[in-house]
């Protein structure tokens, strides 16, 4: 008896499991209306660059960051987010290297602790579209714009609480915000990943 119970028990597991493995809804205006906060174990920002004209594209990673939004459905393509990066989290797998990437000749941490990027307009279709906004970044404030794919909403781990994840694309130039070292030996053009998934309060 207790054989067949155990069984079942994994197959209503793996079920469940296999239910919350997909968003509920791909469409956005369907979201619940809320605060929504970053899940920051759930979240990364790779930053790629040519190295010597292209033998390679340099990926780093950034390891801290937060972000929040307040969602209406009925507004959502005015949604302003807002996601902060901590400059001195940049991660090229060698300490040495990102103390230098933190530190004056590039990042200069120290004297602008944050990356900031307030996005102010969704402009999507059928889940994909652009997200635009103001970048700070070395002390310099411009607008970017954002290529992002909206992965859907949905129950969270076990069905608890809301989801949502988004995924996208960026590039912008580090001249335009006075980063200019090393230059044209690596890159002007900062390629930019992300993956974020933020749960509602």
Known sequence: MLRPALLALCLGLCLATASQANPVSNDPSAAPRG?????????S???RIAHLGGFSRFTMRFDRMDGAFAFDPATW???LATIRVDPTSINTGLPDFDRTIAGPAYF??????EILFVANRV????????????????GVTRPVRLDATFNGFGPGMLGIGTRMGFSGT??????????????PFAGDDLELVFEVEFVKK
């Open 35 to 43: 605060d929504y906060v970053l899940d920051k174990r759930h979240a």
């Open 45 to 47: 920002l790779l930053v």
């Open 77 to 79: 393509p005015a949604t």
């Open 108 to 113: 200069d941490a120290a004297r602008y602790p």
């Open 123 to 138: 402009d999507a279709q059928d889940g994909r579209g652009t997200i635009s906004g103001d970048l700070t970044f070395h």
């Open 170 to 183: 960026g590039r912008i130039k580090r001249s335009d915000y006075g980063v200019k070292t090393m230059l």
